[in-house]
């Protein structure tokens, strides 16, 4: 079966420190993985996705950037943190054009 | 407009009441979709998957999808507290993303 893994899972991070959050996927190959953010009281949002390895197609300009170095990872990265980067981070997978599934998630809080 | 819609609720209802989640989308593309249920600080969890038109049933859970009119319902029968949680919906088309709901948060009393 497959299994999706993110951490850390909870972080508190100062305004202007970088940002690493890592995801990966177990028991499949090739997947499409996608990093979103949750805000309180709202909807996912999608950041990024990616098809493949070194594939990446942002939806939102941010201070974020996303990579994929191996088939099965993904990471979410910022140089600077802002105050409006606080939020639940959450990673999905899915086969092509078919249901996601997501991790456990990220909250981080930038102070 | 957002291209799914969805009332955030709260919805209450006491233990075993039926209860109806409802979306509609704008996008006519859109040809699969999906009702997620998400535990406060835990990550969302798929509940039931719908390709195109009609009723998919898994136990207490009834999916609809009326493409015509581009509504999708979540029927949850027999409610009981531990399905207190936020419900999304979500839609995808001949693309790799979906979109999602802002979610429902249902809240069953004992």
């Known amino acids: 079966s497959q299994t999706i893994h993110q951490w850390p899972a909870t972080l508190v991070q100062p305004v202007g420190s970088p940002l690493s959050l890592e995801c990966t996927v177990e028991?499949?190959?090739?997947?499409?993985l996608y990093w979103y953010r949750q805000a309180a009281g709202r909807g996912l949002q999608l950041l990024f996705y990616?098809?493949?390895?070194?594939?990446i197609s942002s939806e939102v300009p941010q201070n974020l950037s996303a990579s994929r170095p191996q088939d099965r990872q993904f990471i979410l990265s910022s140089k600077k943190l802002l105050l409006s980067d606080s939020g639940f981070y959450l990673c999905?997978?899915?086969?092509?054009?078919?249901?996601?599934?997501f991790g456990p998630g990220t909250r981080l809080t930038v102070t | 407009q957002k291209e799914v819609e969805q009332d955030p609720g709260p919805l209450s209802v006491p233990e075993g009441a039926i209860v109806s989640l409802n979306c509609t989308y704008s996008n006519s593309a859109f040809q699969y979709f999906m009702w997620y249920r998400q535990y406060s600080r835990k990550g969302p969890e798929l509940l039931m998957y719908t390709y195109s038109s009609g009723n998919k049933e898994d136990g207490r859970f009834t999916a609809q999808v009326d493409k015509s009119s581009k509504y999708i319902s979540l029927f949850i029968r027999d409610s009981q507290p531990s399905d207190s949680a936020t419900y999304l919906c979500?839609?995808?088309?001949?693309?790799?993303?979906?979109?999602f709901g802002t979610g429902t948060r249902l809240l069953v009393s004992p």
């Open positions: 999905a997978w899915s086969r092509t054009l078919s249901e996601q599934y």
């Open positions: 028991g499949t190959s090739n997947p499409n």
């Open positions: 990616s098809v493949g390895i070194g594939q």
């Open positions: 979500a839609a995808g088309g001949s693309f790799q993303k979906l979109v």
